[in-house]
């Protein structure tokens, strides 16, 4: 692993020297993979993070984010080991307020981003290619899984339906919700590969 | 008195936009540090874009879903995916309905797949011997007992076949065989509660040992779990930490054994916990087992 090439995603990385980014493995955990592991849930969580605020380039402000922390751990900090995410919080605080400093000077609303407008979003009918593509999907997982699913979008009577669905399975609410959700993660990759094909 | 805003509620009002800059800032930290509210996270967004395509939302909130949730390309590939759920779901096939009662065809195919449930355990002790001539392995003649899915059946749901001649010929016990007798009961997680949830297991006399197969289809990100076994009188009659699945058939199943004496008549609640790399153990849908003490003859 090496800022600029190899894992994890160290092209991404673009002004970090190999020993900042050797510095930020070593403070995530004395293993390697571990610490690879690390990063890139960080990373995908500060590009979460990021797009929840309604940037328009969430990685490359999650980046941007990695690399000052990497950068200020070679110069010595350390990550407090009780809580070493809060390092990488304030930082992206840090780089989000930058964002909107800047988007303010340029008078660019940043909620919008670079995207078109939501009106055109709106009322889209999902495709024949991807419904099939999702029908495909949705059969290539275990029965239980398609159900639960399937039963959870139900429209009607929508939330009485998950609770239903909660108490059937002796689970709370959000226990379920993050059950569903990995199902949908699934999903996600599934009907992706289907439409590139 | 004032209320406390729940996780998910904060979450929404973050995702939202609403949440004040210093709680959001606070819930940021949090999101970092904390797997599964990042993963709750993720969830009601998800949640709320299928609410918003299924006009389930104020005007206001729906416009902010749009903007925050749905205008990157990202953020709109998740959308259309709400969407092609939410019809998905609308369909009428092949999506699968989830009566919690099975339509009157269904609940006769599983009457007939108790009872040739039961007809295996009954037949479990020289069933074991037979496995234990293959190495111990699950043989691909046993069918396999699991959990009642609370939904119709559809093609794929694994219901036991019926038996073979083969396996009523060699379910008869064998002479002189000397393996302690073992009864399996086979189970899964991820099946929804209720009143079929509660399996039968008739432990025949002479048996030594029961054995608890549990599939976990869908759990894949687990990796380690803690099984506790509590008998009808609540005292954990088992309690295993860092148990580790096995592959049966082609299923990560956790297999743990109870010895077989003190497993009298009764209902037994069978608690699992899982937990994934880094993260903090997740309780799973609890299990439960009647066992039915066979007689002699």
Known sequence: MRPGGGTPRG??????TTESFDALLAQLAPDRERAGELYETIRHKLVRLFEWRGCASPEDLADETINRVARRLAEGIELRSNDPYGYFCGVAHLVYKEVL????????????????????????????????????????LPADQRDLVLRYHQGENNIRNRQALADQMGIPMNALRIRVHRVRRKLESCVHSCLSR | MRHEPTDDE????YLLGTL???EADHLEGRLLAEDELFELSEAIEADLLAACDRGELAPEERERVL?????????????AL???????????????????????HSRRTFQWAA?????????????????????????????????????????????????????????????GAPKPAKVVCQLALMTLRGAESTKRLTVPPGTEVVELQIGLE????????????????????LDKRGVEPKTMDGVRTLVVELPAVRLPAGRYEIETQGTAPGSDPEALSPLSIEVVRGSKG
């Open chain 1, 11 to 16: 092209e991404r990385i673009q002004g970090l």
């Open chain 1, 101 to 140: 400093r800047r988007a303010a000077r340029e008078h660019r609303a940043i909620e919008s981003g670079d995207w078109p407008p939501p009106s055109s979003l709106a009322d889209d009918e999902p495709s024949d290619e991807r419904l099939e593509c999702l029908r495909r999907c949705l059969q290539q």
């Open chain 2, 10 to 13: 904060l979450l929404r009002s």
């Open chain 2, 20 to 22: 004040p800059e210093r």
């Open chain 2, 67 to 79: 903007r925050r949730l749905a205008s990157s390309p990202q953020g709109r590939e998740r959308l």
């Open chain 2, 82 to 104: 709400a969407r092609s759920l939410n019809a998905a779901a609308k369909a009428p096939a092949p999506v699968v309905a989830f009566p919690r009662r099975a339509p009157a």
């Open chain 2, 115 to 175: 009872l040739a449930a039961c007809l295996l355990m009954t037949a479990g002790l020289s069933w074991y011997a037979l496995e234990r001539q293959h190495g111990g392995e699950s043989s691909p003649l046993i069918a396999r007992e699991r959990e009642a899915p609370a939904s119709a059946i559809t093609s794929d749901v694994l219901v036991p076949p019926p038996p073979s001649p083969q396996i009523a010929q060699e379910s008869h016990p064998s002479a």
């Open chain 2, 218 to 237: 869908g759990m894949e990100d687990l990796a380690s779990f803690h099984v506790a076994v509590r008998n009808p009188t609540g005292e954990i009659l």
